[in-house]
């Protein structure tokens, strides 16, 4: 039976809007880790297949096929060449299907997943060009009629549903920011992160915030419970991961760190919109014969506080096990850099603590979500 393996996972620190990663240009961010995924592997980069790239806003600087201009940016060989993918906040964890696909079909030995988004300069709806057509024509209107479509009312409507109120939503920022600063503090990150700009630790943990300054800031909807506290950051990063066949391991001279175990996506509900890592999770455990509590580790998207919270309620997950060194409300999220990021934090924090299976999900937009279950070798 094929295997599919991760041999190399690096990201770059998280950066937040106005912080030291704010003039990087994002191919030089893509480039970055590319770069130093070759170094940390010792790969011969001329015999990587392909490159996949996750990228979000694929407008200005991240346009015209950013994972080749990355690849080219970082010095490596011509002949490896690239693609640009988007499944919105999925996009790297897509991408890392796509090469692990690859790779257990037998179509490719050796492809890179990858994932970068620069939002300090290319901002969420950059890609929604004014004088020209919004995205939804007229048969998705037959069907959901003129509604708001957006994650920040599939937040509120998840609150909803689950019955959540701020202060339940502010309890969860709040821890996972307190796991976020331990984690910097003891060094959780340093051995994945490959430091850019003079930026070494992720930025966007608050170690000093408090349930007294959550309640302060203002609901982003009238009458709502979802504030920017409860939300992910607008932040910026890129991340890589070298996916690699037994063969490739064999000739290369690598070394399996995990293997890819199973991998699931479906689509939900498109206005409640953040749903979707729920199904997904069910739809991975079910392909792969595992029951939730084999799970050592599971690395779940913070979009918004609702969805882990959620997921964890339907699918029976613990939250001690979810996402222990925090998550994107205080780490970040940059967009198609992110999927790539929590399988990078994911495998680390397998090896740091010896456990051996880890899973990842994320809402994305659309309703839709990818799953992801690794074993640790």
Known sequence: MAEAYI???VRTPVGTKKGGLKDVHPADLGAHVLKEL???????????????????????????DIAR????S??????????????????????????????LSGTQDLVVAAGVEQMAKVPMGASIVQGLDFPYGEGWAERYGTQEISQFRGAELMAQKWGYTREDLERFALES????????????FDREIAP????????GARPDTSLEKMAGLNALRPDGVITAAVASQISIGSSALLIASEEAVKRHNLTPRARVHTLAVCGSDPVYMLTGPIPATEKALAKSGLKIDDIDVFEVNEAFAPVPMAWAH??????EKTNPNGGAIALGHPLGATGGILMTKLLHELERTGARYGLQTMCEGGGQANATIIERV
């Not at 920011?177 to 959780?188: L, P």
């Open 177 to 188: 920011h307190r796991r976020a600063a331990k984690a910097i503090e003891a060094g959780y």
């Open 69 to 72: 201009t990355a690849w080219l």
């Open 7 to 9: 041999v190399g996972a």
């Open 38 to 64: 070759v170094n940390r592997t010792g790969v011969d980069p001329a015999a990587v297949e392909d490159v996949i790239m996750g990228c979000v806003m694929q407008v200005g600087p991240q346009s015209l």
């Open 314 to 319: 339907d699918t029976g997950a613990s939250l």
């Open 74 to 103: 970082a010095g490596l060989p011509e002949n490896v060449p690239g693609v640009t993918i988007d499944r919105q906040c999925g996009s790297s964890q897509q991408a890392i299907h796509f090469a692990a696909q690859a790779v």
């Open 196 to 203: 850019i700009a003079g930026v070494s630790k992720d930025e």
